[in-house]
């Protein structure tokens, strides 16, 4: 799989953890950005266009990680999504979203970089387009 070609958006309002992650996909090949707000991801996304991936926390202040998946989704169907969290009350966040539709994949925090990368490269490097 070429990497280079593979657009990353990583959100979490606490900005270190958006922003190692970021640097761990960007020296690993992808082409990776943090985000602190989801408004701004949904602001760069409009102009620009949606990532290939978008990992997000599902808890962060003035829209969840689910909320900002789903509005990502709606916009662009393609687009896929891996959540993180370590805060266990988001299973009724997620068991909401299930019922609207979509089906979201749940990584606990801490976020190990080796478990991030094999998550990202068992499904971006597949040829569908099947959701995370």
Do not use: W
Not at 3 to 15: A, G, H, P
Not at 17 to 30: K, Q, V
């Amino acid at each position: 799989m070429q990497r280079n070609s593979q657009l990353v958006f990583v959100v979490d309002d606490e900005k270190v953890i958006a922003e190692t992650l970021a640097t761990i996909l960007c020296r690993s090949g992808f082409v990776a950005k943090g985000f602190q707000d989801p408004h701004e991801v949904l602001a760069v996304t409009a102009q620009s266009g949606p990532p290939d991936l978008l990992i997000a926390d599902v808890m962060m202040p003035g829209m969840t990680g689910i909320d900002l998946a789903i509005r990502i989704r709606q916009a662009y169907p393609d687009c896929r999504v891996l959540l993180f969290s370590g805060k266990a009350d988001t299973a009724d966040l997620l068991e909401t979203a299930r019922r609207q539709g979509y089906d979201f994949e749940l990584l606990a925090k801490p976020v190990y970089p080796a478990d991030l990368l094999e998550r990202i490269e068992a499904q971006m490097g597949k040829g569908d387009k099947k959701p995370l």
